[in-house]
């Protein structure tokens, strides 16, 4: 167990529906990181948040935004879904950023868009 | 832009033979280097890691040596077992970024 929590762990939606995952950081972690795998494209970094505020943006297409509230939880919204967004979408954790220290994994939200 | 390559999979081997998966890197400057592994159901948790060049990492049997000359940091293993069937991804931290960089996946199956 990582320590890092993930809801929910599978969500099945139609086309054009929006959602929100939802992530919760170790204890005493302050940075957090989205990925989105999928099989084409592996593991590809979305956004990363530092005690509420956003520090690095990668592949997040405009659809997608992402927030990480003053409890230090954070949420990516994803909206007019497409059947190309179904994939596993990680949030991880780290005690500060810039660092070379270890990302901590929650399991995982499946998205499938059907 | 900062990228990771690692050997295609799926791999697969007997129990007790010698593993090796081949990850090689691009980027600027002198980035940390990890090995992080997904068993079936998990998130990725770290295997190992190594920050400057020519330090090994090691963790639970497995090996990996950063090679600025080469630029790889190849994971190895001498004797593995069906445990070790998983998913494993090199991935680079460059100086000063705030995200790992991860290569594709090297899907793992130990056949007993």
């Known amino acids: 167990d990582s320590g890092v929590t993930q809801t929910p762990k599978h969500l099945i939606t139609a086309t054009g529906q929006r959602v929100t995952l939802r992530c919760s950081p170790r204890?005493?972690?302050?940075?957090v990181y989205w990925y989105q795998q999928s099989l084409d494209q592996g593991l590809q970094f979305l956004i990363q948040?530092?005690?509420?505020?956003?520090?690095a943006k990668g592949n997040i297409l405009e659809r997608f935004s992402a927030q990480q509230f003053p409890d230090l939880h954070s949420e990516l919204n994803l909206s007019s879904l497409e059947l190309g967004d179904s994939a596993l979408y990680f949030c991880?954790?780290?005690?500060?950023?810039?660092?070379?220290?270890?990302?901590?994994f929650g399991e995982g939200s499946r998205l499938t868009v059907l | 832009g900062d990228s990771v390559t690692q050997m295609e999979g799926p791999v697969t081997l007997s129990e007790e033979a010698f593993l090796t998966i081949n990850c090689t890197y691009t980027?600027?400057?002198?980035?940390?280097l990890f090995w992080y592994v997904q068993y079936p159901g998990e998130g990725l948790q770290l295997l190992l890691k190594?920050?400057?060049?020519?330090d090994k990492g090691s963790n639970k049997g497995f090996e990996a040596t950063y090679r600025k000359e080469t630029t790889s940091f190849h994971l190895e293993k001498g004797s593995v077992q069906v445990s070790d069937s998983a998913v494993y991804f090199c991935?680079?931290?460059?100086?000063?970024?705030?995200?790992?960089?991860f290569g594709q996946g090297t899907r793992l199956t130990i056949n007993p």
């Open positions: 991880a954790s780290s005690v500060a950023t810039g660092l070379a220290g270890e990302l901590f």
């Open positions: 204890s005493g972690d302050l940075s």
């Open positions: 948040y530092y005690n509420g505020e956003e520090r």
């Open positions: 980027a600027t400057g002198y980035p940390s």
């Open positions: 190594a920050t400057k060049a020519d």
């Open positions: 991935a680079l931290k460059a100086q000063g970024a705030q995200k790992l960089v």
